[in-house]
Nanobody, 119 residues
Framework: QVQLVESGGGLVQAGYSLRLSCAVA????????MGWFRQAPGKEREFVAT????????YYADSVKGRFTISRDNAKNTVYLQMSSLKPEDTAVYYCAAQDRYSGQYDYWGQGTQVTVSS
């Protein structure tokens, strides 16, 4: 059983920063590609960033490129999302997900953490 738990969300003013964490229990974390997604009220869930199992490849959505940084610590079974220069449009529930190396799909998801950016 693979469990993902996000933390670090909150309410911040525009221009400030937050760091989200996602702790993974069960499975073999070092084999999972990891991703961050978000869902704003009334909108579909959208991709934010992804990092391969080794951390050697990283990709961002255009909307967050240059402001957000994804990283991982395989010794701590944790993936991070450092968010800087936050904008009101970044307000959403943020989810982390683990990509199974066999299926290639994001098979495991956390419950989400709320990020609210005030103007």
């Amino acid at each position: 059983q693979v469990q993902l738990v996000e933390s670090g969300g909150g309410l911040v003013q525009a221009g400030y920063s937050l760091r989200l964490s996602c702790a993974v229990a069960g499975g073999t974390f070092s084999t999972y590609g990891m991703g961050w997604f978000r869902q704003a009220p009334g909108k579909e869930r959208e991709f934010v960033a992804t990092i391969t199992s080794s951390g050697g490849y990283i990709y961002y959505a255009d909307s967050v490129k240059g402001r957000f940084t994804i990283s991982r610590d395989n010794a701590k079974n944790t993936v991070y999302l450092q968010m800087s220069s936050l904008k009101p449009e970044d307000t959403a529930v943020y989810y982390c997900a683990a990509q199974d190396r066999y299926s290639g799909q994001y098979d495991y998801w956390g419950q989400g953490t709320q990020v609210t950016v005030s103007s």
